[in-house]
Structure formats: C-alpha cells, structure tokens
C-alpha cells in the first residue's frame, strides 16, 4: 500500500477505489479527464493509456489528462518505496498483477465515457470550505520550521502559509428546462487537501470517495463523480487547535461531509458555461535537479537496506528515497509537462505534475484569464514535492524531500499562465 515510509501489506477494503472518466466532444475534438483513486498517476503509466486510447481509436492520446487524487489508502501504482522491511514482489505478486492490469482498467473507463457521450449543458459552481484543511508547515517559537508539530503543540506560534478554501464544481446535465433538477451525466469536484485520512491496511478512497458517494445522492446515482485535488502540498485535514484525534474512515466521512456541503450550498449559486471551442495544449518544462555523487547515493543504499545502525529515522529514510530517485537521472532535468484544458472563454483546467503548494496554486489562480480556473495535481506524473521558493529556504519534510530544484515550482506557473493566455485568446 502506498503513503508511507514503511511497508503495509493490505488485508482488505473499507471502500472500493475506482478510475473515474469524463470525455468532452465539441464536434471538432476530444479530450478525455481521468482521476484515480490512487496516491499518484506515474508518468510510464499516462503513456501507456494515452497510447492505448489512441490506438483503440477513443481520441488521440495527448488529450488525455489523468490524475491521482492522493489517497494514501490504495495500491502503489509504481515502483515500491525503498524501506528496510519491504519484500521483493515479482511481476507474479498481487502488486504484479495489480500493475499489469491497472493501465487497461483505465483505458476501459476512458471507453465507457465515451460510449455515453450524449449532449450537455455545462455549468459552474464557487464556494468556501474554510474549516477543513490547515497548513501542516508552522513557525515555531525557536524560529524553525515544523512540519506536522501536534496537536496543542505550545511552540507552535502560526502556519507558515494559506490554505486554499475554494470548491468548485462543473456540472454535466442532459438539456432541460429553467428549474428542472436533471441528474447530471457528470460531476467535477475541485479541493485543495491532502487525503491522508483514513491510514491502516484496508483499500479506500478516503474522502474523496465520500464526496463522490454524497454528490451522487443529489445529483443522479448514475452520475460519475471525478474529484481534481488541487495545489495541496503542503496542506492537510490536521487541526493543531484540536485535541480530537483525526484519523480513521469516520474523519473521512467528516470532512468529504463538509466539502460536499460546501459544493451543496454553493449549487444555489451555479452558473451556466457559455457554449465555446474545446482546446488542449501542453508544455515540457525542464526542472533542474541535483547531481548525486556515488559515496552518497551508497550511504543511501545502507540505509534503505537497514544495514547501517542505528537504525534509520523517518528523515533519513526520506532523504535516502530522494537520493535514489535522484541518483538515476544523473543530474538532467526532468521534462514535466504542464497540460491545459479549456472550454470557451469560461473553464480551464490545468494538469500540474506533483504535490504543488498551495502558494503556487493560488497564484495561478489569480494570474489566470478564466472565470473559473481548476488547478489538478498529481497529474500526467508526479515530480514529488514542488514547494514555492521560499519554502525551500524553510527546510522541513517537503523542502528536504522535494526531488526538483528550488524555482521549479514557479517554472510550472509559467508554464501554465502562458498557456491559459494563448488558449484564451484563441477562443476569441
């Protein structure tokens, strides 16, 4: 199972996990939006798809974007953490398996949306979740930084940046009349929050799969519920004021509760997407990273093996994987892609590689030319970490695991601005 820097073995499921797609048409193209209910969407595997999906004839593979909603609680859909107690697993394993089947099981969802293509009107919603996810990085009273510190912590003295409290929705409903309630053929749910809620070794989809269950309930029980997490990085459920232990299934429900809630009540509000052109383009950035010599890519090694003593902490685990994962690349960049997805002159999503921090993401936001801009993460590949510049300076976990350099983060809001504006203007 995925999220940790030790082996978990799962021995059941709490809630089925499930790719989850939606294929827009304008008549002119197509564009297809994934999300998984897994913790990343490895770069070998959106390859593998996108060749799949265009091969099979559904729509040309560069207009696939696919994300990982960041549950903990799921598969490891690529290479296993390096960790003293992890087992080999052969392409014979469960986890073999697992992998061989996963990119075909996507492509079948990608499939389904397309043979329920059917016209739609679009819509859009706006609203606040502002008591449900927190800055895990704090100042702390000797001046360092800390990352997660507990809960009722007294040298805590306040978080080292903003949350992103907005909900967005875009609706996808069979034509109707003004006032008619029809049950969408589709859902886009949009928040900005770690899923690291539920823990143990049982499958699930944390809260997102709530937030799915729940806007079906309102919405169609045959609608497809797709949640986008955003620019969440450095932004989690933990509530340090809060005595109250939050892990388990039941925080999940409560907080897919709220952010389903706050979507419920934002649907009052919801406005119509003016009928537009469907445009896609991406952009390769190259994201400098460190060289590592061959004496520290072995001490790595050691300690990953357990074979150095004492035995390893958590941050020498994490600094251990950063050197592997760094080792191979012998100092070239990583070619990142930056995707966007647009409709008109109204929504825009934008696919960011990673865990993005919420600094960037609201830039982005702000910089954008759209009504209603929907930053996804963890999207055609993940990067690891990607903190704003002044994070890095910060140090702590993020900082210390992040695999790209310092500025990378700004690089792909660039990246993206440039995009948004070209595709903005071409809808003219």
Request: proline share 7%; net charge negative; with cysteine.
């Amino acid at each position: 199972m995925a999220g940790y820097y030790h082996f978990r073995a799962c021995d059941g499921v709490l809630d089925d996990i499930h790719a989850a797609a939606l294929v827009l048409d304008d008549g002119a193209q197509r564009a297809a939006l994934v999300t998984l209910d897994l913790i990343d969407a490895p770069r070998a595997i959106v390859e593998d798809v996108r060749r799949r999906v265009e091969s099979a004839g559904l729509l040309r593979g560069e207009h696939v974007m696919i994300s990982a909603t960041h549950a903990h609680t799921g598969p490891v859909p690529g290479r296993l953490l390096r960790t003293p107690d992890a087992p080999e697993l052969g392409s014979d394993s469960a986890h073999g398996q697992y992998l061989a089947g996963l990119p075909e099981k996507i492509v079948a969802s990608v499939r389904a949306a397309v043979d329920r293509l059917a016209p739609v009107v679009v819509s859009a919603s706006s609203g606040e979740c502002t008591d449900t996810s927190f800055c895990r990085r704090f100042y702390l009273r000797d001046g360092s930084v800390g990352w997660n510190p507990g809960k009722l912590n007294p040298a805590v003295m306040l978080p080292c940046g903003p949350i992103d409290p907005e909900v967005q929705g875009i609706f996808f409903e069979p034509p109707h009349a003004p006032g008619d309630h029809a049950a969408a053929l589709a859902v886009y749910a949009n928040f900005s929050m770690h899923p690291d809620t539920v823990g143990g070794t049982k499958v699930s989809a944390d809260y997102p799969g709530v937030i799915a269950k729940l806007l079906s309930g309102y919405h169609g029980k045959d609608s497809v519920v797709l949640y986008g997490n955003g620019a969440s990085g450095n932004l989690n459920h933990l509530d340090v004021k809060w005595a109250r232990r939050q892990s388990g299934i039941e925080e999940a429900h409560r907080l897919g509760t709220l952010i389903a809630a706050a979507m419920l009540r934002a649907d009052k509000d919801r406005l119509p997407v003016a009928d537009g052109p469907l445009r896609v383009k991406s952009l390769r950035v190259p994201l400098a990273v460190p060289a590592v010599s061959p004496e520290a890519a072995e001490m790595a090694r050691l300690i990953v093996s357990g074979k150095r003593q004492p035995a390893p902490g958590f941050m020498d685990l994490v600094r251990a994987n950063r050197l592997l994962d760094l080792e191979p690349l012998r100092g070239e960049p990583i070619p990142a892609e930056v995707q966007v997805v647009t409709l008109g002159r109204d929504v825009a999503w934008v696919a960011l590689p990673g865990e993005i921090f919420s600094e960037l993401g609201l830039a982005l936001k702000k910089r954008s030319p759209f009504a209603r801009t929907v930053i996804t993460t963890l999207a055609n590949g993940s990067v690891g970490y990607v903190p704003d510049r002044r994070s890095y300076a910060e140090k702590a976990y993020e900082a210390e695991s992040a695999r790209v350099e310092p500025g990378s983060g700004e690089q792909l809001v660039e990246a993206a601005v440039q995009l948004l504006a070209e595709l903005h203007g071409a809808a003219e």
